[in-house]
């Protein structure tokens, strides 16, 4: 029996519910963790001292680690785990695959060799190195989508060449590495690694004036997310136009992820898992992208006060996101074979 008019109008009333309250919670979440990453750590401060800080009456030496280390690197987590995953979750909404996140499909491979090109060839560091990335990431899209969209638009076939090109990039950035002296291979792997040692108020300011442009953007790009999930024919008669709304959100998501790669290197597996995450907890829907952002913002940050802080030696970030990315990978893998078989 197909339901009424009624029970559509109340299943959809009760599903934006649910989304409001996911995302209120995870807002919370992402604004607690954020204040465990500036207090906590050899000294721990207090609220007090964090607002004394941002109004000036601090002492010299709170003023330092709070305002220069501590905040810049929280803040920077929380903005690039946003970027992250509002961008994954868009190519894997566009793809209509959990597994097409930039992670897989070549991009960030792109960023991490011009990286490692900077490094090692160019000896370039800071926001020289972080451009030289966004340029390798935006050149290595352009190139898969050139490809891809060449007979057509496959989803399928874009991951196979995404990973294809990926695998290709990764064997050069190694080959560089292999050629390079020590100190070189010290500052690219930790660059590879994916790391918020090296974060400053620039980094604050380019990834959050980012956030907000990519929010801005994705939302509307959302709702023709869900209309292109129905079908091409589908949605170009609701008015849609197919070709260039799947360039903008192609775009967006690129520049949102390259930026965000730029800051603070690629930080594995937070673009892949924040999207099935999000759909985990809402299900679907235009708010999924934007809840994606907030499960990234929880995962970077969760992860820096666990690599902080849960042993005597810190490590980067990207170690402990691999550690739990790993497993869900060969899950979602798993899981996904067994659906088409």
């Given at each position: 029996m197909n339901p009424t008019h009624d029970e559509k109008s109340l299943a959809a009333r009760i599903s934006s519910q649910r989304a409001a309250v996911v995302i209120a919670s995870l807002l919370v979440l992402a604004l607690a963790l954020l204040y465990i990453d500036i207090i906590a750590g050899d000294s721990l401060y207090t609220f007090n001292d964090v607002m004394k800080v941002i109004t000036s009456r601090a002492p010299g030496g709170i003023t330092f680690v709070i305002g220069e280390i501590r905040l810049p690197r929280a803040l920077t987590a929380f903005a690039c785990g946003a970027l992250f995953g509002m961008a994954g979750a868009s190519f894997q909404r566009l793809l209509?695959?959990?597994?097409?996140s930039p992670d897989i499909i070549g991009i960030t491979e792109g960023a991490n060799t011009a990286a490692v090109f900077g490094i090692v060839v160019l000896g370039i560091s800071?926001?020289?190195?972080s451009v030289f990335a966004i340029?390798?990431?935006?050149?290595?899209?352009?190139?898969?989508?050139?490809?891809?969209?060449?007979?057509?638009?496959a989803p399928q076939r874009l991951v196979l060449i995404g990973i294809a090109i990926g695998a290709m990039l990764n064997a050069v950035s190694s080959w560089m590495l292999i050629r390079a002296d020590q100190w070189d291979i010290q500052s690219a792997s930790r660059w590879l690694t994916g790391s918020l040692a090296d974060s400053d108020w620039t980094y604050v300011i380019i990834t959050l004036i980012t956030l907000v442009l990519g929010l801005a953007a994705v939302m509307p790009l959302s709702r023709q997310l869900d209309m292109l999930r129905l079908g091409d024919d589908v949605a170009a008669g609701l008015g849609v136009r197919v070709g260039l709304s799947r360039a903008a959100i192609v775009i967006t998501a690129v520049l949102m992820l390259s930026i965000a790669t730029s800051a603070?290197?690629?930080?594995?597996?937070v673009s892949f898992l924040a999207g099935p995450i999000a759909v985990r907890l809402i299900h679907s829907g235009s708010s999924a992208i934007a809840t994606s952002g907030l499960?990234?913002?929880?995962?970077?940050?969760?992860?820096?006060?666990i690599a902080q802080h849960a042993s005597g030696t810190q490590f980067p970030?990207?170690?402990v996101t691999?550690?739990?990315?790993?497993?869900v990978l060969v899950v979602l893998m798993y899981l996904s074979m067994r659906k088409e078989s």
């Open positions: 209509h695959n959990p597994l097409a800071g926001l020289e190195l340029v390798g990431g935006l050149t290595t899209a352009i190139v898969v989508a050139m490809l891809t969209f060449h007979h057509g638009f603070v290197g690629p930080i594995a597996f499960v990234g913002s929880c995962l970077v940050l969760g992860s820096d006060i970030v990207g170690v691999s550690v739990v990315g790993g497993p």
